[in-house]
């Protein structure tokens, strides 16, 4: 209801506004003044046209200017929406015709004035010229230039008489000089340019002179006027309802800010409470959160230790093997100790006896065959080679424990959040190391490494995703089988594929084998967690990972990181 009063209001507001706005003040205003103008062009243009009259002003350009300036100032006009209105038809025509014929008149006139301008220019130089034929008498030759200018400054009937009678003085004046009759021909010419059409212009600006338009002009204005005042008395209730009914909505929106305010300041207190409460539960949900993550690190954590503990009798196995023969080699040795100790002690015999004051020479002897006889019987047995090639043996045993360890201390690190440059393929051979026993004697691993960069990911963790692979396809190769790894690095991203031609999938469980605690194992046998753990893992490294699988043929898992 609320919603419906208040659209009402705008409609309402809006329709009343409208009505006023129909009014238009501003163009009526530019209107009257572009008439204004018309009316001041108009008494400009007659003020110019009666100093010509009366040759006051003999440049005539000035009246031409003025006649573009008010074709400017009509097509102004004309182009206003209340040009338009048919209550000034009859006016707007009867100026408009006004106007075309004052314009075709200036037209006529300044063809005319050329042909009379250029008579009155040279007609004095013409009647100069005069003076340099012999014969001639200066006084007519005078006598006529002065009628001549006089006729264009008051053009009397008498004068206009006595132009023909002085020209034809002067042609009778003459002899039979060509020269001067072509001269005289000249000035005739000219000097009946002048009388032709001297009367032709002041008839072309006594009409100009008569064609008045500001009657027309004021005509028009009076009805604009009139017009305007009598829509501003028909708009005039809708303005004053507009004033009504605005003051009624300042009323209403300063009761309504008044609500607002009371309703703001209830809203501020319930804000504050809330703020606290919203405080109170963020503080709860950052807390479970918190144990959430920890519970999370836990569970990776016992997931891994779980895939450690199945490998654990495989590992040690891997321990002891090396262990056994390094132990074997050492007991070894320690029995060719005994014979170097042996030979030691009758080689220092020897060099003692060498050394005394008194030799005895039979001692001597002696002490010489026992230490030959024994150096005889290293040389045939062999004994320093075969130490040697059983020290070398030991130490490779000793190399295969240390990688077992370190592989096994870097897989179990808790820093699962540590970030650094990690090479996928010492991850992947460090995973292959741990899972080397669960491997052997059944998998053949094939791997076809590409030339891939370093990415920045937690090393732990993704030796993790990588073991859990590599477990899951070995267990789904039941007798003998393959497992291919490959990587590549495309479009600033790495991808790791690992397949296997074991069991494979069935298409029914494939999509529910990264949910939580899913299994297909037999009881005891798995956690349900390791794909679940992995898929998490790299999602928290925006990466993807894909399964595809066909059930009798294999799986391949393909794993994508991006390198930063």
């Known amino acids: 209801?609320?919603?419906?009063?208040?659209?009402?209001?705008?409609?309402?507001?809006?329709?009343?506004?409208?009505?006023?706005?129909?009014?238009?003040?501003?163009?009526?205003?530019?209107?009257?003044?572009?008439?204004?103008?018309?009316?001041?062009?108009?008494?400009?243009?007659?003020?110019?046209?009666?100093?010509?009259?009366?040759?006051?002003?003999?440049?005539?350009?000035?009246?031409?200017?003025?006649?573009?300036?008010?074709?400017?100032?009509?097509?102004?006009?004309?182009?206003?929406?209340?040009?338009?209105?048919?209550?000034?038809?009859?006016?707007?025509?009867?100026?408009?015709?006004?106007?075309?014929?004052?314009?075709?008149?200036?037209?006529?006139?300044?063809?005319?004035?050329?042909?009379?301008?250029?008579?009155?220019?040279?007609?004095?130089?013409?009647?100069?010229?005069?003076?340099?034929?012999?014969?001639?008498?200066?006084?007519?030759?005078?006598?006529?230039?002065?009628?001549?200018?006089?006729?264009?400054?008051?053009?009397?009937?008498?004068?206009?008489?006595?132009?023909?009678?002085?020209?034809?003085?002067?042609?009778?004046?003459?002899?039979?000089?060509?020269?001067?009759?072509?001269?005289?021909?000249?000035?005739?010419?000219?000097?009946?340019?002048?009388?032709?059409?001297?009367?032709?212009?002041?008839?072309?600006?006594?009409?100009?002179?008569?064609?008045?338009?500001?009657?027309?002009?004021?005509?028009?204005?009076?009805?604009?006027?009139?017009?305007?005042?009598?829509?501003?008395?028909?708009?005039?209730?809708?303005?004053?309802?507009?004033?009504?009914?605005?003051?009624?909505?300042?009323?209403?929106?300063?009761?309504?800010?008044?609500?607002?305010?009371?309703?703001?300041?209830?809203l501020d207190v319930a804000n504050q409470s809330l703020e606290k409460r919203v405080e109170d539960r963020t503080k709860e949900l950052s807390d479970t959160l918190h144990r959430l993550k920890e519970s999370q690190s836990q569970l990776i954590q016992s997931e891994k230790m779980a895939s450690l503990g199945q490998m654990v009798a495989g590992v040690t196995h891997e321990i002891n093997t090396p262990l056994g023969y390094v132990k074997s080699n050492v007991q070894l040795i320690q029995s060719f100790l005994v014979q170097f100790e042996d030979f030691l002690q009758a080689h220092g015999k020897l060099m003692a006896l060498f050394c005394s004051e008194t030799v005895n020479q039979e001692k001597l002897q002696t002490q010489l065959e026992i230490v030959t006889g024994l150096t005889t019987e290293l040389q045939e047995d062999e004994t320093l080679k075969e130490a040697e090639e059983l020290l070398n043996d030991s130490l490779h045993g000793l190399t295969e424990i240390s990688e077992l360890v370190i592989n096994l201390k870097n897989f179990s690190r808790l820093d699962l959040a540590k970030v650094s440059n990690v090479d996928l393929h010492e991850c992947l051979d460090s995973s292959l190391l741990i899972a080397k026993n669960l491997l052997k004697n059944k998998v053949t691993v094939n791997k076809q490494y590409s030339e891939i960069p370093k990415i920045k990911c937690s090393h732990s963790q993704i030796n993790q995703v990588f073991l859990n692979l590599l477990s899951n396809a070995a267990d789904a190769i039941e007798t003998q089988g393959t497992i291919l790894i490959k990587t590549r690095a495309e479009n600033e991203r790495v991808s790791v594929e690992i397949q296997d031609d074991g069991k494979g999938i069935a298409e029914d469980i494939l999509p529910n084998i990264f949910d939580p605690f899913f299994t297909t194992k037999k009881i005891g046998e798995g956690t349900g967690m390791g794909l679940s753990i992995a898929y998490k893992i790299i999602q928290q490294h925006n990466g993807e990972i894909d399964v595809t699988s066909s059930e009798g043929k294999g799986t391949t898992f393909v794993v994508t990181l991006p390198i930063q």
Not at 109 to 136: C, D, H, M, Q, T
Not at 152 to 161: C, F, G, I, S
């Open 1 to 266: 209801m609320k919603l419906f009063v208040g659209v009402l209001s705008i409609a309402i507001l809006i329709f009343l506004y409208n009505q006023t706005k129909m009014v238009n003040i501003e163009q009526h205003n530019q209107l009257v003044d572009t008439l204004r103008q018309l009316k001041q062009l108009d008494a400009t243009w007659t003020e110019e046209v009666l100093r010509s009259r009366v040759s006051l002003n003999n440049n005539y350009d000035k009246i031409a200017t003025i006649t573009t300036l008010l074709e400017d100032s009509r097509d102004r006009w004309l182009a206003f929406e209340l040009a338009r209105l048919p209550q000034v038809d009859t006016q707007k025509k009867a100026y408009l015709a006004l106007l075309e014929e004052r314009t075709e008149l200036v037209e006529h006139f300044k063809g005319v004035n050329a042909i009379f301008s250029n008579s009155i220019r040279y007609f004095p130089s013409a009647v100069a010229e005069l003076k340099e034929f012999s014969g001639v008498s200066i006084f007519a030759a005078n006598e006529l230039l002065s009628a001549v200018l006089k006729y264009t400054l008051v053009p009397d009937a008498e004068t206009r008489a006595q132009i023909p009678q002085l020209i034809a003085a002067l042609q009778a004046r003459t002899d039979s000089d060509e020269d001067l009759i072509e001269q005289i021909d000249i000035i005739t010419s000219q000097a009946n340019a002048i009388l032709k059409y001297k009367p032709e212009i002041d008839e072309v600006l006594e009409k100009i002179a008569i064609l008045n338009a500001a009657s027309v002009l004021d005509s028009l204005t009076d009805t604009y006027v009139e017009l305007q005042d009598a829509r501003l008395l028909e708009r005039e209730p809708y303005r004053q309802a507009l004033l009504i009914f605005s003051g009624i909505l300042l009323l209403w929106i300063a009761y309504i800010g008044y609500r607002l305010g009371r309703s703001y300041k209830a």
